[in-house]
């Protein structure tokens, strides 16, 4: 499913803005997403869907670009997010040009790997941190029902964004 097509400014500016609508949606409106007090990862969400449609590239820009926008937003040391992101990026946008991965199943199951990873490493770097903290806990407590919930919210979130990206291309004379 990776597309190779050349891009304009105007291609690159429209996914910027999209990457970071997704992570001011999850940074100022998270009462919005919340179910039981678990809130998806919008952002590793798109990570997963650009590694996937444009490759491991697109991915890593991606991540840089909204884990950028997380750490500042958060209370968090900058390049935690980003961090995490671009080595979920790398590691899906390789790991995606050897699966199938056109099936909604392979999606979703691709986006909970990714976020239970990225959980792994965010709060390992945290625990490096800050050691007080604990780390098994937070992981059970947040990272595993965010990664449940990310990959629940996969299928609505990589058909919108799909949808968009596809009539942006038909529009502009693209695939």
């Not at 952002?43 to 449609?53: M, P, R, T």
């Not at 968090?76 to 995490?84: Q, R």
């Amino acid at each position: 499913m990776i597309r190779i097509k050349r891009h304009s400014l105007p291609d690159y500016l429209f996914w910027f803005g999209i990457v970071i609508l997704a992570a001011l949606f999850q940074t100022n409106w998270p009462e919005l997403l919340k179910l039981q007090e678990v809130s998806p990862d919008i952002v590793l969400v798109l990570v997963v869907y650009f590694a996937i449609a444009f490759g491991e590239e697109r991915a890593m820009i991606t991540a840089l670009t909204g884990g950028l926008y997380l750490d500042v937003a958060s209370n968090t040391t900058l390049g935690h997010h980003v961090f995490c992101y671009v080595l979920i990026g790398y590691f899906c946008g390789r790991l995606s040009t050897r699966l199938i991965s056109e099936h909604e199943a392979i999606k979703a199951g691709l986006v909970f790997i990714a976020s239970v990873l990225q959980g792994v490493l965010f709060f390992a770097i945290q625990y490096v941190q800050q050691p007080g903290g604990g780390m098994i806990y937070p992981f059970l407590t947040n990272a595993i029902p965010c990664a449940f919930y990310s990959a629940v919210v996969t299928p609505i979130v990589f058909i919108t964004v799909e949808r968009v990206f596809h009539r942006r291309e038909a529009l502009t004379g693209g695939m």
